[in-house]
């Protein structure tokens, strides 16, 4: 039934699907006849017959009790049915050789046996037909086949000319983020970063940043929707320009946010689909009803798309439908080809166990506790508003819950509220007033406020002293953001640079820190240190 390879407009194709519904039957009917002859005519003969019975039962149980339903696991068993589905026809034709002595009636039981195969046939012709069209011009090929209702997707992502461009439109030193390998093949020696669509938002960012990311390549479903849309959404840092599209295939350009740009809407098959999306993204944190009520709407228009269902379910958990959500998730588990969705749905479900385990839970600390459990899953999933809605629970049942207090001062600085995270740590400060989290958010907003009148010298001496209380409190990452500032303003400052090229490391970013050291190096030539590391992540990076 797969759509991805053959044009169901196909003329042959078309009559194929017309008939199918019927003739259906009489395949599975025949191939496991002929399967069930060739394994009893094996049996009678063959003496490594028990052998491949074993192997079947060992095969098939681990495949049944497997959470994950995959297609690709049958592939092993499809060799064996049809090599004994073979020789069932085999057999069924030399006993009608001997049964009807008429030779025409033998032809006309062959010529029958040969038309099931007939769907195989006309499945093939299209799949090398269109790689035939493909291979003229994946341009017009798509633009022929773009307003079919089902064209066949993997035709429609030409990666070798969007390489095309961005090598025609970007220096040797560019670096290019695409969950597709293969576009390596063509980018003339520039960096491809490869990145899962349903990786953590934060990680995503993070990568962006360390790496230097010019552009990002990204696939359109045939209804319009980015398969890094979600990311694009979600991303606290940076903005998606689209400066290209063919077929389905976009360029981004990233840039910071706060410049100019056109938001992350590139022209579509069904660009409303993609506005319909983005909406529902949007509002899932603050109106999951509404959210949920278009997310529906796509799917009626659509279909039961896998980034719907996942996030019609995680719109029914912010609402507080924690069974519903439950429900939607659990589909994953049994969904064919949904092995991306499986951990977030997990992850969700585990969420969920815990929200279920705080509301059930008659003592107040445990309650306070589990719902700032909840909060920090929620941070780290990239759902911002939640996590800090969760920690305000936690606070409501316990004011003194000292973890949930630095936490939410923590966050509410980093999202940019200063206001909230100054009175969090004022009132943290007075549970535990030497704990270095304590001292280090003092710190930060100390120093935060003379950076707004101190002088240049001052302005970096500041700035260091954000990033050792960052790196005290164990925030790497926002120490990283700190560190960028300073050699934005001073580019051959030692320390920071020292600094950066530590905290890439212990991130295992290594190209970013070999470049970092690599600068400390033409400062410093004779530092050994350096050139250890230098050595070391060399070996790293081969």
């Not at 507080?320 to 951990?343: C, H, M, N, P, W």
């Amino acid at each position: 039934r797969s759509n991805s390879l053959i044009s169901t407009t196909d003329p042959f194709v078309a009559v194929v699907l017309k008939i199918m519904p019927v003739a259906q039957f009489v395949l599975i009917g025949a191939a496991l006849g002929f399967l069930a002859a060739g394994l009893w005519y094996e049996s009678k003969r063959s003496k490594y017959f028990a052998f491949i019975v074993v192997f079947f039962i060992c095969y098939c149980g681990p495949i049944i009790f497997y959470p994950i339903n995959d297609i690709r696991f049958l592939f092993p068993l499809a060799v064996a049915m049809i090599y004994f589905a073979v020789i069932g026809v085999k057999q069924t034709l030399d006993w009608c050789r001997r049964v009807l002595k008429h030779k025409a009636l033998y032809y006309l039981t062959a010529g029958s046996l040969s038309l099931l195969i007939l769907p195989d046939i006309i499945w093939v012709q299209s799949y090398v037909r269109n790689n035939w069209l493909y291979a003229r011009s994946s341009e017009r090929f798509f633009e022929k086949l773009q307003n079919d209702p089902a064209y066949p997707e993997l035709f429609a992502k030409p990666l070798h000319l969007a390489a095309k461009w961005i090598v025609q439109n970007s220096d040797s030193s560019a670096v290019i983020v695409s969950r597709w390998k293969e576009l390596g093949i063509w980018l003339e020696g520039r960096k491809l970063v490869e990145n899962n669509p349903q990786t953590l938002s934060d990680l995503f960012d993070y990568n962006l940043r360390d790496y230097k990311v010019k552009y990002v390549v990204s696939l359109s479903s045939w209804a319009g929707i980015s398969e890094f849309g979600n990311l694009f959404i979600k991303s606290q840092r940076f903005a998606f320009v689209p400066v290209y599209r063919i077929a389905n295939v976009e360029v981004y350009e990233v840039r910071r946010k706060g410049l100019t740009c056109g938001g992350e809407n590139a022209a579509a098959p069904d660009s409303s689909n993609r506005a319909v999306f983005q909406k529902a993204l949007l509002l899932l944190e603050d109106d999951p009803l509404q959210a949920e009520h278009l997310l529906n709407e796509l799917v009626l228009k659509m279909g039961p798309y896998g980034t719907l269902t996942f996030h019609i379910g995680v719109a029914k958990e912010f609402s507080g439908e924690l069974d519903s959500a439950e429900t939607y998730f659990k589909k994953f588990r049994s969904v064919s080809q949904a092995g991306s969705y499986i951990l977030q749905a997990w992850y969700h479900q585990d969420i969920i166990e815990r929200i279920k385990m705080a509301a059930a839970s008659k003592s107040m600390k445990e309650r306070a506790e589990r719902f700032y459990d909840v909060a920090v899953n929620y941070w780290d999933i990239g759902y911002r508003k939640q996590a800090i809605r969760m920690l305000h629970r936690s606070i409501e049942l316990d004011s003194n819950f000292f973890p949930a207090r630095i936490t939410l001062s923590i966050f509410s600085l980093i999202v940019g509220d200063t206001v909230n995270a100054r009175k969090d740590i004022q009132l943290a400060s007075s549970l535990e007033p030497a704990n270095p989290l304590v001292t280090g958010m003092t710190t930060i907003l100390r120093c935060s406020d003379l950076l707004k009148s101190g002088s240049y010298a001052k302005q970096i001496e500041l700035n260091l002293e954000i990033v050792n209380a960052y790196i005290a409190m164990g925030l790497r990452e926002n120490a990283i953001d700190e560190l960028l500032k300073i050699l934005q303003k001073d580019p051959n400052n030692r320390t920071s640079l020292r600094l950066l090229a530590e905290s890439y490391e212990m991130k295992n970013r290594y190209a970013p820190a070999f470049e970092i050291y690599k600068r400390l190096d033409i400062l410093n030539p004779s530092n050994p240190v350096v050139t250890r590391k230098l050595h070391e992540l060399s070996l790293q990076l081969q």
